[in-house]
T-cell receptor, first 110, second 113 residues
C-alpha cells in the first residue's frame, strides 16, 4: 500500500494561512492524492484531491510537486473550525480503499 | 443534502455476542466502504462493495462479514465479539468507484464491548 508521511501536529494562528505538507515518495503515476480531515467525534470529511496539477476549491488549495513525491494542502485563512486531523491519502489504481496514515493534528490558536 | 445514515449510533454488547451495523448510502451511490477506528487510532479500512459485489478487502477479521443489498444499503455483521472490537465504525459511500471519487462518511456507530 502506498505510504504517506505527515508531521504529527502543527499550530496556526486564526486568520493566517496554513501549509500542511505530505511526503509520498512511493507514489505511482496513476495514484490520486486525496486529503480528508476529521473533526473531533465525526467521520472523515473530504477536503480536496488531485493528480498532477494544482487544484483549488472553496475549502482549500492543493499544491503538487512536479515530481509528485510531495504535496501541500493550503488553508488560506485558518479558523477555529479548521482544527482537525488532516489526512493525506494515496488512492491507488485497482483499489477501493483509503489507507489512512497518522495524519497531522492542526491546532488553531485564537 | 442527504448524507450517509448509520444505525444504530451507539451499541453496547457483551463479549461473545453478535452485532449488526447498518449503513444507508447517499441516494444513487452504488459503492459502500466500512472503516474501523479504535480509540486514539486512525481509521482502518475493512471492506467495500461496488454494485452489490465485494470490491476490496482490508484487515477484516473472519468473525466479521458484510454485504450490500439490492437497495445499496449495507450491513456489517460481527460475531463472537471481543473487547478489542470496541471502536467507532464508519460507513462511507461514493457514486462510482473511480480513483477521483469522493467518499462521503457517515457519523459512525460507536460499539462498546
Amino acid at each position: 500500500d502506498a505510504k504517506t508521511t505527515q508531521p504529527n501536529s502543527m499550530e496556526s494562528n486564526e486568520e493566517e494561512p496554513v501549509h500542511l505538507p505530505c511526503n509520498h515518495s512511493t507514489i505511482s503515476g496513476t495514484d490520486y492524492i486525496h486529503w480528508y480531515r476529521q473533526l473531533p467525534s465525526q467521520g472523515p470529511e473530504y477536503v480536496i484531491h488531485g493528480l498532477t496539477s494544482n487544484v483549488n476549491n472553496r475549502m482549500a488549495s492543493l499544491a503538487i510537486a512536479e515530481d509528485r513525491k510531495s504535496s501541500t494542502l493550503i488553508l488560506h485563512r485558518a479558523t477555529l473550525r479548521d482544527a482537525a486531523v488532516y489526512y493525506c491519502i494515496l488512492r491507488r489504481t485497482g483499489t477501493y480503499k483509503y489507507i489512512f496514515g497518522t495524519g497531522t493534528r492542526l491546532k488553531v490558536l485564537a | 443534502a442527504a448524507g450517509v445514515i448509520q444505525s444504530p449510533r451507539h451499541l453496547i454488547k457483551e463479549k461473545r455476542e453478535t452485532a449488526t451495523l447498518k449503513c444507508y448510502p447517499i441516494p444513487r451511490h452504488d459503492t459502500v466502504y466500512w472503516y474501523q477506528q479504535g480509540p486514539g487510532q486512525d481509521p482502518q479500512f475493512l471492506i467495500s462493495f461496488y454494485e452489490k459485489m465485494q470490491s476490496d478487502k482490508g484487515s477484516i477479521p473472519d468473525r466479521f462479514s458484510a454485504q450490500q443489498f439490492s437497495d445499496y444499503h449495507s450491513e456489517l455483521n460481527m460475531s463472537s465479539l471481543e473487547l478489542g472490537d470496541s471502536a467507532l465504525y464508519f460507513c462511507a459511500s461514493s457514486l462510482g468507484a473511480g480513483l477521483y471519487n469522493e467518499q462521503f462518511f457517515g457519523p459512525g456507530t460507536r460499539l462498546t464491548v
